[in-house]
């Protein structure tokens, strides 16, 4: 992996890599980096990840390894530095002067910070000693050239941090800031302009894209971890919302500067908006002429009114910043309100938080050939980079596609063609030795009304098996309760725990902790999850992970892959499955040592014409739809554990 990515590096080729569990793929990327920054020392190294998560373990683990590494072969130390998007900084304006950023109704920045000390003094508020705690704590990281980063913040709710962070848009910049030549954000971006090797997330590298390369620091090279994740991640970044709520927080923010009736009539519009999509069926809005259609274009001229009724060289910090949030709510409501046929609009639904709008780009394969691998060559790596046993889904999908004249033909040349090379450097794992897939064939299809009585007859009677040391991956909440109830009635010695009944963190120690318990959840288990040992040896999939066939982008992705000639099913759903089950089936073997059982309790797996790509994009495991097999291999596995801490 290190020899071929430090052949892209001098050749400036894309590589994509995928690099199985155990491989360390970190110190594989790291590695060619730091040698090729130390034979170029005005050169810039970019790592992009998906997760804070991982982002921490570089900086704190595997950077600083490295570089100590690197300095002792080639005598030269390696400068390094983490940028996160501006929220996860501490906006000292808002700190000190108390501004509410949209959480409370009507109290200004000084009354709220007045609240806030109150509270502070009586313990029943946990929000108010929650914000004052950060607020000293971010004087000290001030004082001390620190960062005050969120990651190292005391204890708070995201309602606390809400109050002393600050929103993109609603930023004063650097040079209108009072506080600008102290900002956490602008001294973590001279940092990063000063280093050789900056890490940074997904999110701020599509952020980057989409503003013209202000977010990071210029880069000759590109390495994105967590590469499967990207296209994701790269839509959330470039997707809006809007509700009644936020309309109403941001309408009541600016009454103070807007007149009567004009404070009046954006204030209604919340209301009105509301009632469009409480009449509205939860699904992709299309119809320019109807009634969400006709609102978005009201909110747009009344915001774009107030937005204007608050322009002008007013030094009044608050009234900037609500003039920024009047701005983004016209801006959302006017890119909805266009409904141009390369993004997609839909109302969504949640029960706590009722219903919103939500705008999304259709695709994002073209943002990212043309903003992100245009100039910079990139190696992007992950565990799961191949569905279907090949790499063109997921290099399609993030801008990367090959001259199609390969093949012979006379045709013109594809000037839209990115070249690439693909490598696929193996895992330290025997999985067919290591592990078995048995697909429950006998079992009915699933259904749209949850899972069946004959599938949780099969989950309990895996579970004795294995004696517990199950993590079940279920397609949503409700099927991994009914699985957690019936496992408890049935199996009442046994310890079921199911996502919902704590703090996932919680759940994952406990899991840990009890090398019997089992533990039930939905996608957040399917990634975010690595126990090696006996605590797991049974991997329950339910159901394969298609979309919901009602999840309007993936729907009009599908559509649009159809229109161009192409199977959407195949690109769009089959795809998203695929990489499901490659991330989940991963959970079972995350060392060499581990042994165990990834059971799928849908037939189709095996019955339906699509089951091939599926499987061929998961691990290699010994395949059986035997159940005895996969029981007496449980029990066999359950004993030598059993006897190991006995």
């Not at 990840?49 to 704190?60: K, P, V």
Request: glycine letters at 8%; aromatic letters at 4%.
């Amino acid at each position: 992996m290190a020899e071929a990515i430090s052949t892209a590096f001098e050749r400036g080729d894309h590589l994509l890599v995928q690099a199985g569990t155990g491989t360390g793929k970190s110190l594989g990327y790291l590695a060619p980096a730091l040698a090729h920054l130390a034979e170029n020392p005005q050169s810039r190294v970019v790592v992009a990840t998906a997760t804070l998560a991982l982002q921490a373990q570089l900086a704190n683990s595997d950077i600083p390894a490295a570089v100590k590494a690197a300095s002792t072969v080639t005598g030269r130390t390696i400068t390094s530095a983490v940028l996160k998007g501006r929220s996860n900084y501490v906006c000292l304006l808002r700190a000190r002067e108390g501004q509410d950023g949209g959480q409370s109704t009507l109290l200004g920045g000084g009354e709220l910070a007045e609240r806030l000390r109150e509270s502070a003094a009586d313990a029943t508020s946990v929000l108010g000693a929650e914000v004052v705690a950060l607020r000293e704590w971010a004087e000290e990281e001030a004082s001390d050239g620190g960062l005050a980063d969120r990651d190292d913040a005391p204890t708070h709710t995201p309602a606390a941090w809400a109050q002393v962070s600050v929103p993109v848009r609603e930023c004063l910049g650097a040079a209108q800031c009072p506080f600008g030549a102290e900002c956490f954000v602008e001294r973590s971006r001279d940092i990063a302009r000063v280093s050789q090797l900056v890490v940074t997330n997904h999110a701020l590298l599509a952020i980057d894209a989409m503003h013209g390369g202000t977010a990071l620091p210029e880069h000759d090279l590109l390495v994105i971890d967590e590469a499967h994740e990207l296209v994701s991640r790269v839509t959330g970044a470039a997707s809006h919302e809007l509700s009644p709520q936020q309309v109403e927080r941001v309408a009541k923010r600016c009454l103070p500067w807007l007149d009567d009736d004009l404070g009046l009539e954006f204030l209604e519009t919340a209301d009105t908006l509301r009632s469009a999509l409480d009449a509205a069926p939860v699904e992709r809005v299309t119809d320019p002429d109807g009634e969400l259609a006709l609102t978005l274009q009201l909110i747009r001229e009344v915001s774009r009114r107030a937005v204007s009724a608050l322009g002008g060289g007013d030094d009044d910090s608050d009234k900037k910043q609500a003039s920024a949030a009047a701005k983004e709510v016209l801006d959302v409501a006017d890119q909805m309100a266009s409904m141009k046929p390369t993004d997609v609009v839909w109302v969504s639904e949640r029960e706590r938080f009722g219903r919103w709008l939500v705008v999304a780009p259709l695709d994002v394969a073209l943002l990212m050939r043309d903003k992100i691998f245009a100039e910079t060559p990139a190696v992007l790596t992950s565990a799961t980079l191949k569905l279907g046993g090949e790499f063109e889904t997921v290099a399609r999908s993030v801008g990367l596609w090959r001259d199609e004249r390969l093949d012979g033909r006379d045709d013109e040349p594809d000037e839209d063609a990115v070249g690439w090379r693909a490598l696929d450097v193996g895992s330290p794992f025997d999985y067919s030795s290591q592990g078995i897939l048995y697909v429950a064939r006998h079992l009915p299809p699933p259904g749209r009304d949850g899972i069946g009585a004959e599938a949780l007859a099969e989950v309990a009677e895996l579970l004795w098996a294995a004696d517990g040391r199950t993590l079940g991956l279920f397609a949503s909440q409700r099927n991994a309760e009914a699985a957690a109830r019936h496992c408890r009635e049935e199996l009442p010695d046994k310890t079921i725990l199911c996502q919902g009944d704590a703090q996932l963190s919680e759940l994952t120690r406990r899991f840990i902790a009890d090398p019997q318990a089992s533990l039930f959840g939905t996608l957040s288990l399917w990634q975010g999850v690595d126990v090696p040992g006996d605590t797991c040896q049974l991997v329950i999939i339910d159901k394969i992970p298609f979309p919901r066939p009602d999840e309007p982008l993936l729907q009009a992705r599908q559509r649009a892959v159809a229109e161009a000639g192409g199977n959407g099913f195949m690109a769009v759903a089959a795809a998203h499955a695929a990489l499901l089950l490659a991330q989940g089936s991963g959970r079972l073997i995350r060392r060499t040592t581990d042994r165990g059982v990834v059971a799928v309790l849908d037939p189709r797996l095996r019955t339906a014409r699509y089951g091939g790509y599926l499987r061929s994009s998961m691990p290699p495991f010994w395949s059986t739809t035997d159940r005895e097999v996969a029981v007496a291999a449980l029990r066999r596995l359950a004993q030598a554990a059993s006897a190991q801490t006995g």
